[in-house]
């Protein structure tokens, strides 16, 4: 089946650097790959629709400048969280649709990223 | 205004106990709707998920769900839990013909006493 792997699994990070996230379609081409956000004990909130060779499509109230996001290939999206501070900390986790229709999205394993 | 909402955060069971998860969402249109299970450590995994047709819809490991358009909800089932059942449950819809775009629950966290 399909499947979406999320690099790395967690982050430690200083308050005020960056922190880059990959998100990869390992067996299949995801044109459309959805990044979200779960605070402890908390749901899933979307954050951003990243579209392969197009801007990302953001959510209200997310930040397109704190959270850049760049899906330069079919299988490859990146989550770069820009100047880092403590309240970024979070599970970050993405999910991919297949060219056919994102009728069934396959998520990857997540990552925690920790900001000191 | 698009919404997802589980009524129960934290639910304990003792092993071969029903189960039944409610989950009720907010949307005018005509929905997808998706029950997600997250175990300790692990990533979300697909339970089951009803597009149309009968609503009444089964997935894996024994469990089931019913879509009711009437009360809005789209409830998980199922008949006798293990301890192996222990996990994080999300529900989620998804605006038909949308790409891709879930909504979440709040989610259910099941906790399966041996």
């Known amino acids: 089946g399909a499947v979406v792997s999320q690099h790395p699994s967690r982050v430690i990070c200083k308050s005020g650097t960056s922190v880059k996230i990959e998100c990869r379609s390992l067996?299949?081409?995801?044109?459309?790959m959805f990044w979200y956000r779960q605070f402890p004990k908390q749901s899933l909130m979307l954050m951003a629709t990243?579209?392969?060779?197009?801007?990302?499509?953001?959510e209200q109230g997310v930040e397109k400048d704190k959270f850049l996001i760049n899906h330069a290939s079919l299988t490859l999206s990146t989550l770069t969280v820009t100047s880092a501070h403590p309240e970024d900390s979070s599970f970050y986790i993405c999910?991919?649709?297949?060219?056919?229709?994102?009728?069934?999205?396959?998520f990857g394993a997540g990552s925690r990223l920790t900001v000191l | 205004a698009q919404s997802v909402s589980q009524h129960n955060h934290h639910v304990i069971l003792s092993e071969a106990a029903s189960l039944e998860l409610g989950c009720n969402y907010s949307?005018?249109?005509?929905?997808?709707l998706f029950w997600y299970v997250q175990y300790p450590g692990q990533h979300l995994q697909l339970l089951l998920k009803?597009?149309?047709?009968?609503?009444l819809v089964k997935g894996i490991k024994g469990f089931e769900a019913e879509f009711i358009k009437s009360k809005f909800s789209f409830n998980l089932r199922k008949p006798s839990v293990q301890w192996s059942d222990t996990a994080e449950y999300f529900c989620?819809?998804?605006?038909?013909?949308?790409?891709?775009?879930?909504?979440f629950g709040q989610g259910t966290t099941l906790q399966v006493k041996p």
């Open positions: 999910s991919a649709g297949t060219p056919s229709g994102a009728n069934v999205l396959t």
């Open positions: 067996d299949f081409q995801a044109t459309t």
């Open positions: 990243s579209n392969e060779g197009s801007k990302a499509t953001y």
């Open positions: 949307y005018g249109g005509t929905v997808n």
């Open positions: 009803y597009f149309s047709g009968d609503p």
């Open positions: 989620a819809l998804r605006p038909s013909g949308n790409t891709g775009k879930l909504i």
